[in-house]
Every structure is written in structure tokens, then in C-alpha cells.
């Protein structure tokens, strides 16, 4: 979303389609919230549709017009696949490429050939962190789940001991650092500078994942002492391959797009001249769409054509990389469609105003309500979206490097409490053959830990820059 649109955006919440007052804008958030909980726990619905319903109720409980909720809602969800429906196809490709390739696989061996046997949940969370990169979460489970329950049975290891280092550091990636959907819309909703974001989510996302991955997995092994089960071991991509990308250039590869969102960054503080050349040419090089479609290009040469792709191949890949992230893109869109009408009905000026007789900082604010969110609809997304929409007023007044930790407060409430709502809590079940009790123990105590570490590190932050 571009500086104008975040502007109007801002100027069109001052004038709200229905005049509701506060009560009747606080009942109709939760009857929306409610009816798109039930539709999806319940019914089973999609989320997808489940927003839609979700927003119309919203809507109307507020006394809004249909009509004007129904073009508010489709606002909502065109501004936002117009600004992350591209750079999530991007990042799609971007890590089928390495999967397929067996540059994921290669970034793991090397790493685990080269670790002892007492260092081998730290390097479980670096390859996380490396691989999660430009990847879904899901997409990096998978990915990672032959190594874990490898390593696990190898070594001997709990399969905690392994696994919920590689979880961590999925996990972080995904809820704080973009190019991940979630903190793109944030950034986007909130009018965040990018590279500034993703420069303070790193130093956040380290001693996050440090602690609620290798830290914590000590406790989770004694809690949860489970073998691999040997019925989850899945086929490695690499093992059909003659060859596959070196180490360097792979990990050169997957950095790329985040070394030249963070340059812009650099050369925003160094230089902040906008009309100075090389601040104008970095704010292209350093633009999301051009970061991520870059490094796809570089990769169907250092990851494709190093693993033998022909032209043909590379071409395939990069199309069964796209079917399945149109689910995804659906979601992400109805979620900023539903964030639109609550910005359009006065919710978030409705907060500013309640808020502004607490004394809650604005950051732990927007914390807390992604908190409610995520253990409302199980979506760490959606609850992304909604909470930046909520919350966007906040940002007016704030520093540079205020609203970008305004982006990360969100990112880490929206990580709390995965429980049996969330896909992410059945997909680690499933794979690493725990009960639902063991999966409360271990997965969803990690996902709190993520969401209280970060939140903390968040608030230290804010008292020094």
C-alpha cells in the first residue's frame, strides 16, 4: 500500500458508515468476531467465507448499510491481494524453488554434518530461521518434518528435544518478519517502514526463538518424551536429484531479498533525502515486489539450473507453486476485507477513544487484542489483519520506529495460545504422532512462549530507540 492510500485510508475511518455509538460498535465487533469463530469451529466453513458472513453481521449489528458495508468489505479486500497478493505468490515460488531444488535439504545437512550432538537443537532453530524465511509456515513444516524425526532417530533424541526448536524458529519467522503475509499487511495497515520493521523483528525474533525453541525444548523433552513415529517419514525431495545448489549460494539465495529490504532501510537513515538519487534508486531495489522478484529470477539460475532443472522443469515448479496459495491469498484478502469494515464502521477510532483514559501502553494495547483475536479464530492472519486495523489510529502520533514496533506488538499477539482452532495445531499433532494433551504441552506452551518473549522484548525496545 502506497503512503497515499494509507492516508486516505486514515481519512476515511473519520467518517464512518454508521453512527453507532461505542456500545453498539464493542457488540457488533464481538457478534462479527463470534459468528466467524462458530462458522469455522463449528461448521467447519471455510475461513474464506467465514470473513465474508463475518463482516456482513459486523455490518449490520453496527447499523451500517449493507451496501456500504459490502463496498467497504470489497475495499478492503482489494487493497490488500493488490499489496501482498503478489508478494505472496513471490514467496511461494521463491521456496518451492528451494525445496524442489534441494536447496532446503542442503542448507540442513550441511548445518547438522557440521554440529555436535549437544549443539543440535541450535542448529535445528537456525535452519528453521534460514529456511522460513521466504516460506509459509505450513510449507516449512513440511519441509522440515523428515529432518526432525531423522535427527531425532539417528541421534537418539526426544523428539521434542528436535522438534520444537524447528517449530520456534518457523514460527517466529512467520508471525514477525516479512515477507510473511501477516506483518506485510501490518506494515501496509499501520503505514510501518518496511526495512525498519524487518531491522528491529530480527532483533526481536533472536532471543525469542532462542528461548521458546533450544531453552524451552529441554523442558518439553521431560514433559513429552515421544519417539519419531516411523509411518510420518517422508521421502526427501533431494534423494530423486543427481545434484543439488551448494551451501553459500543457497543461503545467499533464500538472504537476498532481506539484504536489500534492509539496505533501503540503511540508506533511509543515512541519507533521508527523498530526492536524493540514491535514496530513490534503493527505494525501488528495496521495494518488497522488486526484493522477492529478484531473488526468484536469481534462483531459477543458482538453485534450478544448479540441480539439473531444465527450462521446462523450472516452469513447473514454478507453476505447482501457485495452486496451492490461492487459498491463502482468499484468506488474506476476506481478513483485510473485514478489517476494512471495522475501520469503516468506527471501530478503531472507537478504541482510540475508550484507550485514551487507560494507562495501557498503545503497543501492549495492540498486543492484547491480537491476543483476543487469535484465540478467537485460531488464525494468526487473521488475527494480524484485524488487530492492524483496530489499532491503526494508534500510529498517528507515533515515531517511525514506534509504529514498526507497533507492527511486531501485533505479530506477537497474533502467535498466542495455538490451540485445536488453529490448522497449525492438528498439522503438529498429526506429524509428530502426539495425543491432544501432548500437543497442549508442548506446541501450544511454545506458541505462548513466542507471543509473552515478544512481547517483552517489544516493550524493552520502545524505552530505547
Known amino acids: 500500500m502506497t503512503h497515499l492510500s494509507v492516508e486516505m485510508l ?55 448499510p449493507l451496501d456500504k458495508v459490502i463496498v467497504s468489505f470489497s475495499t478492503g479486500l482489494g487493497t490488500t491481494v493488490a499489496g501482498t497478493g503478489v508478494l505472496i505468490a513471490l514467496g511461494a515460488i521463491l521456496g518451492r524453488l528451494l525445496a524442489d531444488s534441494g536447496g532446503a535439504d542442503q542448507i540442513v545437512d550441511t548445518i547438522l554434518a557440521r554440529s555436535s550432538r549437544r549443539a543440535m537443537p541450535w ?67 499501520v503505514g510501518a517502514n518496511l526495512g525498519i520493521t524487518l531491522a528491529l523483528g530480527v532483533v526481536v525474533a533472536v532471543p525469542t526463538a532462542i528461548i521458546a525453541g533450544p531453552v524451552f525444548s529441554r523442558y518439553a523433552a521431560r514433559w513429552v518424551d515421544v519417539r519419531p513415529p516411523e509411518k510420518m517419514i517422508p521421502q526427501r525431495a533431494s534423494e530423486e536429484l543427481e545434484k543439488r545448489p551448494g551451501f553459500g549460494i543457497t543461503v545467499a ?131 494480524t489483519i484485524s488487530a492492524a486495523g483496530l489499532v491503526a489510529p494508534l500510529a498517528t502520533d507515533m515515531s517511525t520506529t514506534h509504529v514498526a514496533l507497533l507492527v511486531l506488538a501485533i505479530g506477537c499477539g497474533s502467535l498466542f495460545f495455538s490451540h485445536v482452532n488453529d490448522a497449525g495445531f492438528w498439522l503438529v499433532k498429526e506429524y509428530f504422532g502426539l495425543s491432544v494433551g501432548q500437543t497442549l504441552k508442548t506446541w501450544s506452551v511454545m506458541e505462548t512462549l513466542i507471543s509473552v518473549v515478544g512481547i517483552g522484548c517489544v516493550l524493552l525496545l520502545s524505552l530505547v530507540v
Open 253 to 383: 539465495t533464500v538472504l537476498l531479498p532481506v539484504v536489500m529490504m534492509l539496505a533501503k532501510a540503511l540508506v533511509d537513515v543515512v541519507v533521508d533525502d527523498p530526492k536524493a538519487g540514491v535514496q530513490r534508486v534503493f527505494d525501488v531495489v528495496g521495494s518488497p515486489l522488486i526484493a522477492l522478484l529478484t531473488a526468484v529470477i536469481v534462483a531459477m539460475f543458482t538453485l534450478g539450473r544448479a540441480a539439473g532443472f531444465s527450462r521446462g522443469r523450472t516452469a513447473a515448479t514454478v507453476e505447482k507453486s501457485l495452486a496451492p496459495i490461492a487459498g491463502v491469498v482468499l484468506i488474506v484478502g476476506a481478513g483485510g476485507g473485514f478489517k476494512q469494515t471495522l475501520v469503516d464502521c468506527g471501530v478503531g477510532q472507537m478504541i482510540l477513544d475508550v484507550s485514551k483514559g487507560w494507562h495501557l501502553s498503545a503497543l501492549l494495547l495492540a498486543w492484547l487484542i491480537a491476543v483476543a483475536i487469535r484465540l478467537a479464530t485460531g488464525s494468526a492472519t487473521v488475527a
Open 123 to 189: 542448529a535445528m532453530v537456525l535452519i528453521a530461521g534460514i529456511v522460513g524465511l521466504p516460506i509459509f509456515f505450513e510449507v516449512g513444516i513440511v519441509l522440515l518434518i523428515p529432518v526432525v524425526l531423522l535427527v531425532a532417530k539417528r541421534g537418539n533424541f526426544s523428539l521434542m528435544r528436535i522438534g520444537i526448536p524447528a517449530l520456534a524458529g518457523l514460527s517466529v519467522m512467520h508471525g514477525l518478519i516479512p515477507p510473511h503475509p501477516g506483518p506485510l499487511v501490518a506494515i501496509d495497515a
Open 10 to 64: 486514515a481519512a476515511d475511518a473519520t467518517v464512518p458508515i454508521t453512527s453507532a455509538g461505542h456500545a453498539q460498535l464493542g457488540i457488533a465487533v464481538l457478534a462479527g468476531i463470534a459468528v466467524i469463530v462458530l462458522l469455522i469451529t463449528k461448521f467447519k466453513l471455510h475461513a474464506f467465507l467465514s470473513l465474508i458472513i463475518g463482516s456482513l453481521v459486523l455490518g449490520a449489528v453496527a447499523g451500517a
